[in-house]
């Protein structure tokens, strides 16, 4: 089992839904992550927090909105989304963003749009 | 702009054959190596890891891998597959002192291994 819980572990949605995915990791890791994941294809990064703090956002658009409102949780706000959207969503944490720091990931969350 | 190849996009081994998979990457600074495996239906895990030193590095599972600097790879072998082996693995890097170092994954092999 992994120890970064997402939830929930499908979700459907119409495009003017406003949903939201959680991710959740107690191993005191300081840095957390967003990919999206497209069926046959490797994970793109979207979104990292360094302690709390939005440090990069991969021109993601704005119909995603991070938040991490506690070291062991980040949230991603999901609003108006396109079809193209319907991907797999991985959350990671890491000890801190050092390039030498393994990434933990989640089961992810299969977000499909309607 | 660095990238991550992985030559082989489907691989079909019997049991007990050996396996390699090929991972180059495309910077000329240092760089941390890592090979993670995705068994169907669950999350990517760390196989295994190279900052420094001894550039042969053993992971989990049996799972071994030689950095070579000259040919830019970083290539995982197992001697003897099993049926469990069955993945999706994916090859990444991360460059060394860049400030945030972005983990860039490569495009992924998948391994059937028939029993």
């Known amino acids: 089992d992994t120890e970064v819980t997402q939830t929930p572990k499908h979700l459907v949605m119409g495009m003017t839904n406003k949903k939201s995915l959680k991710c959740e990791q107690h191993?005191?890791?300081?840095?957390m992550y967003w990919y999206k994941q497209k069926a046959k294809k490797p994970p793109e990064l979207m979104f990292v927090?360094?302690?709390?703090?939005?440090?990069i956002n991969e021109s993601v658009p704005s119909r995603f909105s991070p938040e991490c409102p506690n070291s062991s949780l980040l949230n991603l706000h999901l609003h108006a989304l396109q079809p193209e959207d319907s991907a797999l969503y991985l959350c990671?944490?890491?000890?801190?963003?050092?390039?030498?720091?393994?990434?933990?990931f989640g089961d992810g969350t299969r977000l499909s749009i309607l | 702009a660095q990238s991550v190849s992985q030559h082989n996009h489907h691989v079909i081994l019997s049991e007990a054959a050996s396996l390699e998979l090929g991972c180059n990457y495309s910077?000329?600074?240092?760089?941390?190596l890592f090979w993670y495996v995705q068994y169907p239906g669950q999350h990517l895990q760390l196989l295994l890891k190279?900052?420094?030193?001894?550039?042969l590095v053993k992971g989990i599972k049996g799972f071994e891998a030689e950095f070579i600097k000259s040919k830019f790879s970083f290539n995982l072998r197992k001697p003897s597959v099993q049926w469990s082996d069955t993945a999706e693995y994916f090859c990444?890097?991360?460059?060394?002192?860049?400030?945030?170092?972005?983990?860039?994954f490569g495009t992924g092999t998948r391994l059937l291994v028939s029993p």
């Open positions: 990671a944490s890491s000890l801190w963003t050092g390039g030498n720091q393994p990434q933990h």
């Open positions: 191993m005191g890791h300081r840095a």
């Open positions: 927090y360094s302690y709390e703090k939005l440090s």
């Open positions: 910077y000329g600074g240092t760089v941390n």
């Open positions: 190279y900052f420094s030193g001894d550039p």
């Open positions: 990444a890097v991360t460059l060394k002192n860049t400030g945030f170092q972005k983990l860039v």
